[in-house]
């Protein structure tokens, strides 16, 4: 029983080495800083400053975690000033 749930936990794995990773975006941090998961074995990525992937440590989720607050406020800002432009 054990055995057989462990060999399962392997196929993703297995399959992702000999068909490559599946990333989806699982989540926007900036327009162009994104985080991506393999659907496979839940492996993940993000793109950091260069704009190339890299492998979603704790050190980068804190980083991205940082930046998206910081976007969603200077879309909270930009989004008013379209607002008041928009009325005057
Ligand atoms: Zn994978």
Do not use: A, W
Not at 19 to 29: C, P
Not at 42 to 67: A, M, R, V, Y
Request: hydrophobic letters at 25%; charged letters at 25%.
């Amino acid at each position: 029983m054990n055995n057989k749930s462990e060999q399962l936990t392997l196929i993703p794995k297995i399959y992702c080495s000999l068909f490559g990773h599946d990333y989806q975006v699982t989540k926007k941090v900036t327009y162009h800083v994104k985080e991506y998961t393999c659907c496979h074995c839940k492996k993940q990525l993000t793109t950091n400053s260069n704009g190339k992937l890299i492998e979603l440590t704790p050190k980068f989720k804190e980083i991205n975690d940082i930046l998206e607050r910081i976007h969603s406020k200077r879309m909270m800002r930009s989004r008013r000033k379209t607002i008041t432009s928009s009325i005057y």
